[in-house]
């Protein structure tokens, strides 16, 4: 007779398990951080936002009707209320925004690659040797060349701010040891003041208007050659 105990372990007690490790408080604070950082993001997009709609509403109203009709906006609105990125943006006090370069600058690789997905190779008129080898690694050679580009600039920058830095310390050391320090909105590379933010039925507007105010510039720069997206005609109009 086999008397071996082959009944199912109890299940463990979840209250016996240990404090969060050092890892876990690192993890955590890296999380954290991302999400507070997400959070200066669109507070700061959506102020430029109520910026755009209060100073010049015609504009916001064309960039609007012109981009409503699109899934990316109408997937992005079903995103911002499924994350319900609107209660984490309202929470708390407001975060200092953030300066339109730095945003400008973290957005210039992924731009690159969208405008390198969706440029329209040229037009041959005839078949060459070896073109649907060129044309298979055309993409990922101007997504290497648009990586390499981004690079080099933020390598060149960064140098310019290093010695810049250096530069800025040797002249304007008093002789005490301490750094002479600039207004920290001249530091910080600040915008002009910023509206707040305004809750409620605009917010994922703003925050769309926001993007195209601040990442504007650096979108028409990737135009194509073409004729240019007319807005959606208004239907309540003539």
Known sequence: MNTSDTSTPPPADPTAAG???????????????????TRQWLC???????????????RA????????PWPFYKGGQFLFDLMEWEDLMVDGDPPPPMPAERVRSACAVPVQWLAAATAQPPTATEQMPGQRTAAALDLPLRLLAATARTTVLGAAHDLTDLFGTSATRAETDDGSGREATAPESDAEGADPELPPLEAGFYLYEDVVLGAFAVLGPLLADHAPTGPLIDPVPDPDGP
């Open 19 to 37: 404090p969060p490790t050092p890892t876990d408080h690192r993890a955590l604070a890296f999380l954290g951080q991302v999400n507070s950082s």
């Open 44 to 58: 700061t997009l959506a102020r430029h936002g109520v910026a755009l709609r209060r100073n010049d509403a015609e």
């Open 61 to 68: 109203r064309a960039v609007l009707d012109t981009v409503r």
